[in-house]
């Protein structure tokens, strides 16, 4: 069974940092996307950042592009989201995704989702 525990989301203030994490487990990622998604009250979900082919191929939105940073482990069970310059539109649940099955990593047909960790940022 295949399980995505996210985990580092918090309060912050307008230009700090925070890294969250996703624990994958049952699940080895290498020919397939994992994603970070976000949604804010009132807003759809939209993809974030993605990782594939063992973290040699990166994708982000535009709007965290040279601010966010998206990572694996060597064990490739544990994706990492670093978050610098946190701004308030950043404020959202984060969700961890896993294995697209369109093959766009921003689309939301993802066959894993974990429960979200929240991120708050103030200004």
């Known amino acids: 069974q295949v399980q995505l525990v996210e985990s580092g989301g918090g309060s912050v203030q307008e230009g700090g940092s925070l890294r969250l994490s996703c624990a994958a487990s049952g699940y080895t990622a290498r020919r397939n996307y994992m994603a970070w998604f976000r949604q804010a009250p009132g807003k759809e979900r939209e993809g974030v950042a993605a990782i594939v082919a063992r973290g040699r191929v990166t994708y982000y939105t535009d709007s965290v592009k040279g601010r966010f940073t998206i990572s694996q482990d060597d064990a490739e069970n544990t994706v990492y989201l670093q978050m610098n310059t946190l701004k308030p539109e950043d404020t959202a649940m984060y969700y961890c995704?896993?294995?697209?099955?369109?093959?766009?990593?921003?689309?939301?047909?993802?066959?894993?989702w974990g429960q979200g960790t929240q991120v708050t940022v103030s200004s």
């Open positions: 995704a896993a294995e697209s099955r369109d093959g766009r990593w921003d689309s939301l047909e993802y066959n894993y």
